[in-house]
């Protein structure tokens, strides 16, 4: 009889072992290229953000304002022909054309910087970064699309044909102040109106400047009221002043008693001091009436003198920092 050899169990065992061993360093292997795969994509990712990405971002910057400010040159040209606020947008729609170019090649160019730092996990600082560059330069962009948007609405605010706010302007056109505070009355609401609709801009400097102005519009309508009311308080102690002089006259003649006249003394004591105040009123009134008129082209003129260029400063401040803090971040991990 032939004797089978046995079969060692350990035989598949090891086999097994093999294999999974094998897959093991073949799985590692895999994993380790992947990685370095990664991080080599990272890398060329982040060097082109840095060398191209950021730097077209500042050059699409470096367009806007001159296309913003030969768009307000302009309109401003063309509104001074004279021409309406239709034909002026006509002739301008070129610069306006341009500017709006700027202002969508700069998007652009923030997209590209936006989607190209990676993700926030893989790198905290460079995510940080990128996102208050992004909010920097998102607010710059609104503001100067607010400053060309609402430019026209602006400009045309104290323009005849424009909103009416010429109107407040009412000194000279009114016989006495109650005239004078009617027709301010009228004037105010289309001025108002177009005031409102400022408010709406998307550049802050139109935004304060609108709220200012409202309330310039409230104070003037007020002391208006005001030194109205003291005109024909005035015409009314003329008269009063008549019938205290009578009635002194008649109880002096009549021989009245001492009693009589001195209660008569007091009325008229309490009467002056009417006057006083109503004169009080009157000159307070007038003098902030008289000032908010003078003041209200200054505050017309500093929106861009003062207001506009501030807010312009304050960007040209804050995103080539920003700019700045996303390349020492990329720097940074480029190193490591």
């Known amino acids: 009889m032939t004797m089978e050899p046995v079969r060692s169990k350990r035989r598949p065992v090891l086999i097994a072992l093999a294999i999974a061993v094998v897959l093991a360093v073949v799985a590692s292997v895999v994993v380790i290229a992947l990685t ?24 699409a910057r470096d367009k806007i304002q001159p296309a913003a400010n030969a768009y307000l040159a302009a309109y401003k040209k063309a509104r001074n022909v004279p021409a309406t606020r239709e034909e002026a947008e006509k002739n301008s729609a070129k610069e306006r054309d341009d500017f709006q170019q700027a202002i969508n090649s700069a998007r652009s160019a923030l997209s590209a910087v936006q989607t190209g730092n990676g993700s926030s996990e893989e790198a905290e600082g460079i995510g940080v970064a990128a996102a208050q560059l992004g909010d920097s330069y998102q607010a710059y962009l609104d503001s100067m699309e607010g400053l060309v948007e609402s430019y026209a609405q602006f400009e045309g605010l104290f323009r005849e044909d424009g909103a009416g706010c010429n109107g407040l302007f009412v000194g000279s ?51 208006a009221e005001t030194t109205a009311k003291s005109e024909e308080n005035y015409n009314e102690f003329v008269r009063l002043k008549d019938e205290y002089v009578k009635k002194a006259d008649d109880a002096t003649a ?13 009325e008229v004591k309490a009467f002056n001091t009417r006057i006083k105040n109503n004169r009080s009123e009157f000159d307070f009134a007038a003098k902030r009436y008289l000032n908010g008129v003078k003041e209200m082209p200054t505050l017309v003129e500093e929106v861009f003198s003062k207001n506009v260029a501030a807010q312009i400063k304050h960007h040209d401040t804050v995103i080539p920092l920003r700019v700045q803090v996303l390349k020492d971040a990329i720097d940074a991990e480029l190193a490591a």
């Open 36 to 59: 370095n795969f990664a991080g080599q994509q990272r890398r060329e990712s982040l060097t082109l953000l840095k060398d191209e990405r950021l730097n077209a971002l500042v050059e």
């Open 173 to 223: 056109k009114a016989a006495n102040l109650r005239e004078r505070q009617t027709l301010l009355g009228q004037a105010a609401v289309p001025c108002r109106e177009a005031v409102n609709q400022l408010k709406q801009s998307k550049n802050i400097s139109y935004v304060e400047f609108a709220r200012t102005l409202d309330n310039e519009i409230a104070q003037l309508e007020s002391h």
């Open 254 to 266: 009549r021989n009245a008693s001492e009693e009589e006249l001195l209660k008569i003394a007091d």
